[in-house]
């Protein structure tokens, strides 16, 4: 589902114009992007959580050769769903 699925859907759902639940959308992903900015988890009861994870520095072989390269440290995000999400998608 892409992003003007889901503000299209919502609109038809709730009512509302597609502009206002665009500002809403738009509004809600830049604060789950500011949370995980600033290294805080961000979680959805019954939807499951995102939880920015750190991976440390390290060195990696480049396949097919014996070449090293130095990997820098860095920040990834990990999306943990919950028990129920999990369960609905089990059941489909």
């Known amino acids: 589902m892409k992003k003007s699925m889901l503000i299209t859907e919502i609109s ?7 502009s206002e639940v665009e500002v809403i ?15 805080e988890a961000v979680s959805f009861i019954g939807f499951g959580s995102f939880v920015p994870v750190k991976k440390n520095a390290r060195e990696i072989y480049i396949p ?12 990834g995000i990990r999306f943990k769903p919950s028990k129920k ?8």
Do not use: C, F, H, W
């Open 64 to 75: 097919g050769t014996t070449n090293k390269v130095q990997v820098e440290e860095k920040y």
């Open 85 to 92: 999400l999990k369960t609905i998608i089990e059941e489909a």
């Open 25 to 39: 959308v738009n509004s809600m992903l830049d604060s789950i992007t500011d949370a995980l900015k600033a290294r």
């Open 12 to 18: 038809e759902k709730t009512g509302l114009p597609k």
